[in-house]
Nanobody, 115 residues
Framework: QVQLVESGGGLVQSGGSLRLSCAAS????????MAWYRQAPGKERELVAA???????NYADSAKGRFAIYRDRVKNTMYLQMNNLKPEDTGVYYC?????????WGQGTQVTVST
């Protein structure tokens, strides 16, 4: 099993930056892919960015050019650097991990972008 703990959310003004962290309870070398999802109020959860163990990345169109996903194997942590945030980025951000054919989710961290 894998436990995931997100942190780094908060309230930020439009144009600001945040870095989200997702700490895993085991070595992330064997966890692939890992991803960030977002759920806005009244909407379904959607993929924001994903990264494989080899470092291959994939971004939602809305995140391209503004967000960067990366992993630190020493710290067993995945990150999402979010720049030039917009009000439509508001939502609960969830960490997701695929490990041994099972899907794992963190508890989520709230990101609110004000105008």
């Amino acid at each position: 099993q894998v436990q995931l703990v997100e942190s780094g959310g908060g309230l930020v003004q439009s144009g600001g930056s945040l870095r989200l962290s997702c700490a895993a309870s085991r070595s992330i070398g064997a966890i692939s892919p890992m991803a960030w999802y977002r759920q806005a109020p009244g909407k379904e959860r959607e993929l924001v960015a994903a990264i494989t163990a080899e470092g291959n990345t994939n971004y939602a169109d809305s995140a391209k050019g503004r967000f960067a996903i990366y992993r630190d194997r020493v710290k067993n942590t995945m990150y999402l650097q979010m720049n030039n945030l917009k009000p439509e980025d508001t939502g609960v951000y969830y960490c997701n991990a695929r490990y041994q054919f099972d899907n794992y989710w963190g508890q989520g961290t709230q990101v609110t972008v004000s105008t």
